[in-house]
């Protein structure tokens, strides 16, 4: 799971909080569409869809800029799409996670001879903390905030974190924040103030194959250390799927729980993705039933 997954998955959990941060008025209702349209299928991992009563919203995360095609030209390829799809209003948003001097993270629309197509652009290091901060929601993106003082920042991300009532909520939040959180902050930052496990592309989950990396050459063996990886990485995963699916459906037994065990790492991640459409236990059974060996 790749940090924008990450932020999708927020997005989908909590799209009331975001179609309000987004967009004007007092939003409610929203219901979230599949990332797949018919006929010839348009999908992004980063690209989530939030419709309201009279239009949709749609989110695309991007750590960087660099796309292919080129990212002006999926926008306009999406709209025209959805367009065709629903007929209605489309407000598109374009968030860029990864601080970065590219000159593309400041291109809002495709241009040539005959068409003009433009989309919103926000650059998370320059949007005010203070919004983000008081919407448990979105304060994994807080930490991406404009500040003059970014530990301070990630102090107050923590305190506010810790303040969520809901345990499994509380927990969920803390390890999406410590996710998006080493986009910016050093490793040793991040485990002073949250102590969650995490997932793959994370300074946590860095840590966790270091440490297999470690068991091996104590081996003294390649091998040993191949397995050190392989194994530090399907441990990371197992245990922030565990959470999300938890959060998406439910306590998770234990008879399922050393099913998800048994997979494989590339079994992990095409459950990563597939759980965001989960919304009962029994879509779970299903795919592990779909997916055993």
């Given at each position: 799971?790749?940090?924008?997954?990450?932020?999708?998955?927020?997005?989908?959990?909590?799209?009331?909080?975001?179609?309000?941060?987004?967009?004007?008025?007092?939003?409610?209702?929203?219901?979230?569409?599949?990332?797949?349209?018919?006929?010839?299928?348009?999908?992004?991992?980063?690209?989530?869809?939030?419709?309201?009563?009279?239009?949709?919203?749609?989110?695309?995360?991007?750590?960087?800029?660099?796309?292919?095609?080129?990212?002006?030209?999926?926008?306009?390829?999406?709209?025209?799409?959805?367009?065709?799809?629903?007929?209605?209003?489309?407000?598109?948003?374009?968030?860029?996670?990864?601080?970065?001097?590219?000159?593309?993270?400041?291109?809002?629309?495709?241009?040539?001879?005959?068409?003009?197509?433009?989309?919103?652009?926000?650059?998370?290091?320059?949007?005010?903390?203070?919004?983000?901060?008081?919407?448990?929601?979105?304060?994994?993106?807080?930490?991406?905030?404009?500040?003059?003082?970014?530990?301070?920042?990630?102090?107050?991300?923590?305190?506010?974190?810790?303040?969520?009532?809901?345990?499994?909520?509380?927990?969920?939040?803390?390890?999406?924040?410590?996710?998006?959180?080493?986009?910016?902050?050093?490793?040793?930052?991040?485990?002073?103030?949250?102590?969650?496990?995490?997932?793959?592309?994370?300074?946590?989950?860095?840590?966790?194959?270091?440490?297999?990396?470690?068991?091996?050459?104590?081996?003294?063996?390649?091998?040993?250390?191949?397995?050190?990886?392989?194994?530090?990485?399907?441990?990371?995963?197992?245990?922030?799927?565990?959470?999300?699916?938890?959060?998406?459906?439910?306590?998770?037994?234990?008879e399922i729980q050393v099913q998800i065990q048994q997979l494989s790492i590339a079994q992990l991640e095409d459950l990563g993705e597939a759980l965001l459409d989960f919304?009962?236990?029994?879509?779970?059974?299903?795919?592990?039933?779909?997916?055993?060996?």
């Amino acid at each position: 799971m790749s940090f924008d997954n990450v932020c999708k998955f927020l997005a989908e959990s909590y799209p009331e909080q975001f179609a309000r941060w987004l967009l004007s008025g007092n939003i409610s209702n929203i219901q979230v569409l599949k990332t797949e349209l018919s006929i010839e299928p348009i999908r992004a991992d980063s690209i989530t869809l939030l419709r309201t009563i009279n239009e949709i919203l749609q989110l695309e995360f991007q750590t960087l800029p660099q796309s292919n095609p080129p990212l002006p030209f999926r926008m306009l390829k999406y709209w025209t799409r959805l367009y065709d799809e629903y007929n209605c209003e489309i407000e598109q948003v374009v968030l860029f996670l990864k601080r970065t001097n590219s000159p593309d993270v400041f291109i809002d629309s495709f241009q040539s001879r005959n068409t003009i197509h433009r989309y919103r652009v926000i650059r998370m290091w320059e949007q005010d903390p203070a919004p983000l901060l008081a919407n448990p929601a979105l304060l994994p993106l807080a930490t991406l905030a404009q500040s003059d003082s970014p530990n301070i920042l990630l102090e107050q991300v923590a305190q506010e974190v810790a303040r969520i009532e809901s345990t499994q909520e509380r927990a969920n939040v803390a390890a999406c924040v410590s996710v998006l959180a080493g986009l910016r902050f050093d490793n040793n930052v991040i485990t002073q103030l949250f102590k969650e496990e995490i997932m793959q592309e994370s300074v946590f989950y860095q840590s966790i194959i270091e440490k297999g990396e470690q068991r091996g050459r104590q081996e003294g063996r390649q091998e040993g250390r191949q397995e050190g990886r392989q194994e530090g990485r399907k441990q990371g995963e197992e245990a922030l799927l565990l959470r999300l699916l938890t959060r998406r459906i439910g306590r998770i037994t234990p008879e399922i729980q050393v099913q998800i065990q048994q997979l494989s790492i590339a079994q992990l991640e095409d459950l990563g993705e597939a759980l965001l459409d989960f919304s009962q236990p029994t879509d779970l059974t299903a795919w592990l039933e779909s997916h055993q060996s």
